[in-house]
Nanobody, 122 residues
Framework: QVQLVESGGGLVQPGGSLRLSCAVS????????MAWYRQVPGNERELVAL???????NYADSVKGRFTISRDTAKNTVYLQMNSLKPEDTAVYYC????????????????WGQGTQVTVSS
């Protein structure tokens, strides 16, 4: 049973910073793509940052230069460092992981966290 647990969300003032963490637990043999998404009520879920197994990362234009995604393979954890936060960043942030529970790579499937609220407001 694979579980993703996000932490680090909360209320911050504009210009502040938050660091989100996503810990992956369960019987996992390998992980590939890890990402952070966010969603505002009434909007589609948006890809914020994506990191591949090799360490390369992609970011949405709206967060480039402000957000950094990273991973700790030994801890099976992915992070999102968010700096210079703006009210427009307010959303529920979701962790995404594609993982395999066997040595067969064809068994890799996506997993989602429950989401953590980030509110940027004075």
């Amino acid at each position: 049973q694979v579980q993703l647990v996000e932490s680090g969300g909360g209320l911050v003032q504009p210009g502040g910073s938050l660091r989100l963490s996503c810990a992956v637990s369960g019987s996992i043999f390998s992980m590939n793509t890890m990402a952070w998404y966010r969603q505002v009520p009434g909007n589609e879920r948006e890809l914020v940052a994506l990191i591949f197994s090799g360490g390369s990362a992609n970011y949405a234009d709206s967060v480039k230069g402000r957000f950094t995604i990273s991973r700790d393979t030994a801890k099976n954890t992915v992070y999102l460092q968010m700096n210079s936060l703006k009210p427009e960043d307010t959303a529920v942030y979701y962790c995404y992981v594609r993982a395999a529970q066997t040595m067969n790579p064809s068994t890799a499937v996506p997993y989602w966290g429950q989401g953590t609220q980030v509110t940027v407001s004075s």
